[in-house]
Structures are given as C-alpha cells and as structure tokens.
C-alpha cells in the first residue's frame, strides 16, 4: 500500500504571497490532520478533516486553512505568507477520526520556505 | 489537556549501548502515548504506541516502552544501540476522541562509533 504522499516536497515563496500544499492519504483513510514543524515551537498541531469536514483545529490564524475532498485527499492553504511560517509542514493520515487509539502515519512533508 | 514533556533535547551513545530517552506525560484521564521516529528530511514514523492493552508496549527496530502510571511515564529504551537508530524522537499524546496530537520537544539521537 503506498504511504501518504505530499507535495510538492520544497517550496520557496516570498512574504505576501500565498501558498498550497496538497497531501493524498494512504488508500482507505479518511481522517487527515495538518501538522507544522518548526525548531522554536516544535511539531504544532493545525487541522484535521474528515469526509470534507474539519473537526479540529489547532491555534493558528485565519490565514492558514484547509479542505478535503470527497476522496479524502486534502490541501492547506496559508495566505499573506510571513517569515514565520518558514516550516516543515507534515501531513498525517488514519483510517477514523475520534478514535484515539488510530494511529496516524505521516507523509514526509513539504519544506516551505519563506523569503 | 494532555501534554507530554520529554527530558533531554540531545542525547549521545556509544554503539552497542543502552538507550532511554525519556517521556513524561500531563493528563486528568488516561491518555494515549506514542513514539516517533524522525530521520532527516524525512517525515515522523511510529515505533509504538500504548493504548492500554499492555503496560511494556514493543515497537519496531527493537524499540519499547513502559508505561508506568505512577511515574507518569512512558519512557523509550533499546538495549542495544546501532548507527541508524540517530534520528530525532517524539514523544506525543492523545486524548480521547480526538485526532489531534500533543508532540513533545523531541530528543535527537546520537550514535558514537
């Protein structure tokens, strides 16, 4: 079965521009959560969506947001880029949502960088 | 709400050695532990996780953990480390009904020859 796969894998954008990060779960799952990874705040929860819906969000701004479609393959999209959000952005699959115990298996992210 | 803290940003081997990297879980109910593994430029892998069935949970690569609820802890030992264990650790822990994950700082792995 192949693995969650993200793309594209490197991005270089400019501050103000905008930016979308597209994530294709394992075949069969269709819970995604968004992840940003950074060395001063670590791994940080963002969003998770299931059948087209988000069901969680982490504290980040309005301008980062997100959407799934109907088979389950979801894209993030952040707006008026800042030098902040230079991360590594990690998307991460399971087959349900509320069920703790699902364990989620990540895709090798999408290094952004903002310049 | 659940929080893990993981003691030890940096942790440095010899070869052949014992690893413990440490986890220390925050949760009013029983929470939901699991251990990733991250190699460079690569995404999180998971090497095990507890999920109440079992208090020593054994993961892949020769990995495990032990869950010990009076210390609050769910730490990660090797007997034996190898060259490719270097990489960065998580810790992370999940609370009932959700999806969404509270990751520790990470501890990186280092494996002297």
């Known amino acids: 079965k192949a693995g969650v796969t993200q793309t594209p894998r490197y991005l270089i954008k400019t501050r103000g521009q905008q930016v979308t990060l597209s994530c294709s779960p394992i075949s069969g799952h269709r819970s995604v959560s968004w992840y940003q990874q950074t060395p001063g705040q670590g791994l940080q929860f963002l969003f998770e969506y299931f059948s087209e819906t988000q069901r969680n969000k982490g504290n980040f701004p309005g301008r980062f947001s997100g959407r799934q479609f109907s088979n389950s393959r979801s894209e993030m999209n952040v707006s008026t880029l800042e030098l902040g959000d230079s991360a590594l952005y990690l998307c991460?699959?399971?087959?349900?949502?509320?069920?703790?115990?699902?364990?989620?298996?990540f895709g090798p992210g999408t290094r952004l960088t903002v310049l | 709400a659940q929080s893990v803290t993981q003691l030890g940003s940096h942790v440095s081997v010899s070869e052949g050695a014992l690893v413990l990297l440490r986890c220390n879980y925050s949760?009013?109910?029983?929470?939901?532990l699991f251990w990733y593994v991250q190699y460079p430029n690569q995404g999180l892998q998971l090497l095990l996780k507890?999920?109440?069935?079992?208090?020593l949970v054994k993961g892949i690569n020769g990995f495990e953990a032990e869950f010990k609820k009076s210390e609050t802890s769910f730490h990660l030992t090797k007997p034996s480390a190898h060259m490719s264990d270097a990489a960065e650790y998580f810790c992370a822990v999940r609370g009932y009904n959700n999806n969404d994950m509270r990751f520790g700082a990470g501890t990186r792995l280092t494996v002297k020859p």
């Open positions: 991460a699959s399971s087959l349900r949502t509320g069920t703790s115990t699902d364990t989620q298996y």
């Open positions: 949760s009013s109910v029983p929470p939901y």
């Open positions: 507890y999920t109440s069935a079992a208090t």
